[in-house]
């Protein structure tokens, strides 16, 4: 009984080692792929953002393409939590419908923002300062709590700088 296991083992082992594939080379390939038509280039990057729960200030993430963290953090500040953050109790004091704020960093940790009209609350005052300065911090090794946050309130008058203190 044994003879005939070692028979049928040898026979299967040597079927499946001469299987009939020959050794291949690589192969001509296409062109790399290019990701989704009407997006803009760049590898995706996290920009957070600051909303209000019961807790306090909170920061969210959001995806962006391209070169500017700053613009694209305080474009997604304005547009607000989004449906799935809004359930879980996350809101913005930043005004409806205003337009974006602009700012620009200097590279030592400073930023200058210019605030239109509507946020002169202090809540929306604070979700724009910690959202600019969370933008900016990564990029010029600046810790969030020592980027100083310059806003030109447009409607308020004047210029208040703070740092971040979620």
């Known amino acids: ?55 306090g200030l909170e920061r969210v993430s959001r995806l962006h393409r391209g070169p500017d963290a700053l613009d694209a953090a305080l474009h997604h500040l304005v547009q607000g939590p989004n449906p799935a953050e809004r359930a879980r109790g996350l809101v913005s004091y930043a005004p409806g419908q205003a337009p974006t704020p602009v700012g620009a960093a200097d590279g030592g940790g400073t930023v200058r923002l210019r605030a239109p009209r509507g946020w002169e609350s202090r809540s929306a005052l604070r979700q724009l300062v910690c959202t600019a300065a969370d933008a900016v911090a990564p990029a010029d090794g600046t810790g969030l709590g020592n980027v100083r946050v310059t806003v030109d309130r447009a409607a308020a008058g004047g210029t208040v700088t703070q740092v971040c203190m979620p």
């Open 1 to 55: 009984m044994r003879a005939r296991h070692r028979v049928l083992a040898s026979a299967l082992l040597l079927a499946l080692a001469g299987c009939g594939v020959t050794d291949t080379a690589p192969g001509p390939a296409g062109s790399p792929a290019a990701g989704l038509p009407g997006r803009t280039s760049g590898t995706p990057a996290a920009v957070h953002v600051y909303f209000y729960s019961a807790q």
